[in-house]
C-alpha cells in the first residue's frame, strides 16, 4: 500500500511571500502524483499532476510542483502567493503496480495542508 | 450544467432514517467513485464503479448502500446511520478506468452530513 505525509497540516503567510507545502510518499512502486486544492464549501479541483518526463511541473494559478524520486518528495510551490490561495491543499498518490486491476483508479490522499494567505 | 453535481449539499438525518445521496458527472466519464472526508483524516475511498460495474468496495459498512444506474448517475442509500458517519461524502468520475491511474479525477461539491 502507498502512504502520503503532508508534513505541515497549516501554512500562514503574508500576501506576495512564496509558499512551499511538502509531501512525501511512500512507495516500493513507480507513482503518479498529484496536487489538489479545496475551496471552502467546495469539492477537490486538479492543481497539477506528474506522469512521467520533467520533474518540474507547472500546474493552474501558479503553483509548481518538482518531483524528487531519491527524496520520495513532491513539494508544491508558488513564488508569490495571493489571498485568493487561501485554501486546503492535497497531495495523493497513484501506483502503477504489478497489481493493475484491483487499484485501477485508487488515490492515495494525504491529510491536507491548510493554506492561510494574510494581507 | 457542466462537471460533477451533488445533492443535497446539506442533510441532517436521524439515526433511524432512510436518505440517499445524488451524484450525477456531465463529463462523459465511465468512472466513478465515492469517499468520505471527516475532520483531521485523510480522504478515504468507499466505493469504484467503472461502466456501472462496481470493482471496488473498500471495507464498506452494509449501512451504505450504493447504485450506479447508468455511467452518469451515482447514488449512495444511507440506513441506520451511527453519529461517527457524519462527514463530507464527496463524489469524483474519471474518463476511462482502462489504465484509469493516470486519469485525472473530477470532483463534485459534496454533501454534509450530520447524522444525530
Known amino acids: 500500500a502507498q502512504s502520503v505525509t503532508q508534513l505541515d497540516s497549516q501554512v500562514p503567510v503574508f500576501e506576495e511571500a512564496p509558499v512551499e507545502l511538502r509531501c512525501n510518499y511512500s512507495s516500493s512502486v513507480s507513482v503518479y502524483l498529484f496536487w489538489y486544492v479545496q475551496y471552502p464549501n467546495q469539492g477537490l479541483q486538479l492543481l497539477l499532476k506528474y506522469l512521467s518526463g520533467s520533474t518540474l511541473v507547472k500546474g493552474i494559478n501558479g503553483f509548481e510542483a518538482e518531483f524528487n524520486k531519491s527524496q520520495t518528495s513532491f513539494h508544491l510551490r508558488k513564488p508569490s502567493v495571493h489571498i485568493s490561495d487561501t485554501a486546503e491543499y492535497f497531495c495523493a498518490v497513484s501506483d502503477f503496480g504489478a497489481d493493475r486491476g484491483s487499484t485501477l483508479g485508487r488515490l492515495y490522499f494525504g491529510r491536507g495542508t491548510q493554506l492561510t494567505v494574510w494581507p | 450544467e457542466t462537471g460533477v453535481t451533488q445533492t443535497p449539499r446539506h442533510l441532517v438525518m436521524g439515526m433511524t432514517n432512510k436518505k440517499s445521496l445524488k451524484c450525477e458527472q456531465h463529463?462523459?466519464?465511465?468512472?466513478m467513485y465515492w469517499y468520505k472526508q471527516s475532520a483531521k483524516k485523510p480522504l478515504e475511498l468507499m466505493f469504484v464503479?467503472?461502466?456501472?460495474?462496481?470493482?471496488e468496495n473498500n471495507s464498506v459498512p452494509s449501512r451504505f448502500s450504493p447504485e450506479c444506474p447508468n455511467s452518469s448517475h451515482l447514488f449512495l442509500h444511507l440506513h441506520t446511520l451511527q453519529p461517527e458517519d457524519s462527514a463530507l461524502y464527496l463524489c469524483?468520475?474519471?474518463?476511462?478506468?482502462?489504465?484509469?491511474?493516470?486519469?485525472?479525477?473530477?470532483f463534485g461539491p459534496g454533501t454534509r452530513l450530520t447524522v444525530l
Open positions: 463529463l462523459g466519464h465511465n468512472a
Open positions: 464503479y467503472n461502466f456501472k460495474e462496481q470493482t
Open positions: 469524483a468520475s474519471s474518463q476511462d478506468p482502462v489504465g484509469g491511474r493516470t486519469d485525472t479525477q473530477y
